[in-house]
């Protein structure tokens, strides 16, 4: 839908998905939108918002936070699953600030307080856009990737259309629960929850009821009754990230889920049916867990009917600047804009990456936010690489011990840095114990 109107302060052919479900307010801010040169795409509900998100992926989403078949926040989750996080706006109640403000930190822009002022409104849009001109989107993205990534995403989109389960396999740090979102927002439970589970944060004495959920007075505490997760993403996707986590006692009851689409809450009588998918993700080798007796071979046979391996970053290094510009712009403060220097660059894509996207994430914000100027230097970028000549001459007075460990804590440093500070993980890596680790992380 173009606009004939002249630009007057919009990006020309910048497109913009506005949802709203009142009949009047909303093809009024719409037509203003267009007279300000906006293309606008009108969504009285959610599952009409997605459908044509999908289609025409916009520039800028402004979304109300009640619709009639669900909510924004619902929407937010689907679009920014397939789409990547884009300049996202809220127009919310006063009641509803709370989780407005819970959304902004999920990566959503802004959020704005009804009755809107419609001209602060425009003004806002229009920061927003040309704000984005130059940060690569994910849609604009993805002509810029490596084979390896095309052939991942074009076989992940195939797999989104089946109800088998789904294993993805990778390093720490790649995107496993990205690609999740990806294939259930083309899967046909897009209309259903999306919700994910960290089976290595389970405690192993509520593992079971939050998993399936319990009955009031299952056992002592049990002062209410529970769904659980399995419940929640029911008609849905269930998303069991770190699945070689998960309990062995619990492996035998997750199949049966897998098997019959049946599961029971602890202290329930009968059998509730599951009409949901289920995605696993791990970064482990459970092949070996298996010959080591720590995963079940029928669980992983059922989990992997299809099995996907998403390439680690140093495989796809087309994108890692498109990727740092993307975090650089999110961590910029609002009017500013910041930049990696040429000296810089080399570094970024020489350097291995263990941490994957994660890293690149972690390190970019890091320097973003302990600048002392708008442009990223290699020093900012990677630090613990600094030339020893460029260090405090007190170090030439240190003694040896003094030096080793100063080397030893910036190793974990980098480490912990690299895995999103897991400690375990870091110890694995290091080939230390996790006491180590959190001893000379103090």
């Not at 770190?242 to 059998?271: D, F, H, M, N």
């Not at 482990?284 to 992997?304: H, P, S």
């Not at 972690?362 to 020893?388: G, M, Q, Y």
């Amino acid at each position: 839908m173009n606009s004939s109107a002249p630009a007057m302060g919009g990006r020309d052919g910048a497109k913009i998905l506005l949802i709203e479900d009142d009949p009047t307010l909303g093809p009024a801010m719409s037509q203003r939108l267009r007279l300000e040169g906006f293309d606008v795409l009108l969504a009285p509900d959610g599952a009409s918002a997605i459908r044509k998100a999908r289609a025409f992926p916009p520039d800028l989403v402004l979304s109300d936070m009640r619709l009639p078949d669900g909510t924004g926040e619902d929407v937010f989750r689907q679009i920014t699953g397939t789409l990547g996080l884009l300049p996202y706006i809220f127009m919310t109640a006063f009641g509803e600030v709370q989780q407005a403000v819970r959304l902004v930190k999920a990566g959503a822009r802004d959020y704005l307080i009804k009755p809107v002022d419609t001209d602060a409104l425009v003004t806002l849009i229009q920061q927003m856009v040309q704000r984005s001109e130059s940060v690569p989107l994910e849609k604009d993205r993805r002509e810029q990737r490596t084979s390896s990534m095309n052939a991942f995403e074009a076989t992940l989109g195939k797999a989104a259309r089946s109800d088998l389960p789904l294993l993805l396999l990778g390093e720490t740090g790649v995107g496993k629960e990205r690609a999740a979102r990806l294939a259930h927002a083309a899967s046909r439970c897009a209309s259903g929850p999306f919700v994910p589970l960290n089976c290595a944060a389970l405690p192993l004495d509520l593992a079971e009821s939050l998993l399936f959920g319990h009955e009031k007075g299952a056992f002592t505490g049990a002062v209410s009754r529970m769904p659980g997760v399995v419940r929640e993403a029911d008609q849905g996707t269930l998303f069991l990230d770190e699945i070689a986590e998960l309990p062995i006692a619990l492996q035998s009851k997750l199949l049966r889920l897998l098997q019959e689409k049946t599961y029971r809450p602890v202290g329930a009588i009968e059998q509730r049916s599951f009409g949901g998918r289920v995605i696993a993700a791990t970064h482990r080798d459970l092949k070996a867990m298996i010959a080591a007796g720590t995963f079940r071979e029928d669980l992983y046979f059922r989990l992997a009917v299809i099995e996907l391996v998403i390439p680690p970053l140093r495989e796809r290094r087309d994108e890692i600047v498109p990727l740092a510009n993307a975090f650089l712009a999110g961590s910029a403060p609002e009017g500013q804009s910041l930049s990696i220097s040429a000296e810089a660059m080399p570094l970024l894509l020489d350097h291995s990456w263990p941490g994957n996207i994660r890293e690149l994430r972690n390190r970019i914000e890091r320097a973003a936010a302990l600048r002392d100027h708008d442009v990223l230097t290699s020093a900012d970028l990677f630090p613990e690489r600094a030339p020893v000549n460029a260090r405090s001459d007190l170090e030439a007075d240190q003694t040896l011990e003094a030096v080793a460990e100063a080397a030893i804590r910036s190793r974990v440093a980098a480490a912990l840095q690299a895995t999103g500070g897991n400690q375990t993980e870091a110890a694995r890596r290091l080939g230390v114990s996790r006491t180590t680790v959190w001893k000379y992380s103090k």
